[in-house]
Nanobody, 124 residues
Framework: QVQLVESGGGLVQAGGSLRPSCAAS????????MGWFRQAPGKERELVAA????????YYADSVEGRFTIARDNAKNTGDLQMNSLKPEDTAVYYC?????????????????WGQGTQVTVSS
């Protein structure tokens, strides 16, 4: 069992940066793989990035490759998503997610534990 809480969303202009973070409690974070997803109104929740339990492997959606970087600090039970060169189409609620595993999971239904989400809004 693990609980996840996101923070660090906000409103920025196109080209700016944000760094949402995810704090985990109630479990040993290094037992879990981690991912970030986003969902815009009227659209399906989609993968942004995922990371293995030790941080050694990552996966990015084509739409964010080269602009976003996923990372984790198992000693602090935290993860974050560095988002650079933000575009209006990045506007969405961003969720962190976790599941017991050792590699990288990229599907919504491959995660059992979810945070409440944090709003990211990018203006043009």
């Amino acid at each position: 069992q693990v609980q996840l809480v996101e923070s660090g969303g906000g409103l920025v202009q196109a080209g700016g940066s944000l760094r949402p973070s995810c704090a985990a409690s109630g479990g040993t974070f290094d037992r879990y793989v981690m991912g970030w997803f986003r969902q815009a109104p009227g659209k399906e929740r989609e993968l942004v990035a995922a990371i293995s339990r030790d941080g050694g492997r990552t996966y990015y959606a084509d739409s964010v490759e080269g602009r976003f970087t996923i990372a984790r600090d198992n000693a602090k039970n935290t993860g974050d998503l560095q988002m650079n060169s933000l575009k209006p189409e990045d506007t969405a609620v961003y969720y962190c997610a976790a599941n017991v595993g050792s590699d990288v999971y990229i599907g919504v239904f491959e995660y059992d534990y979810w945070g409440q989400g944090t709003q990211v809004t990018v203006s043009s």
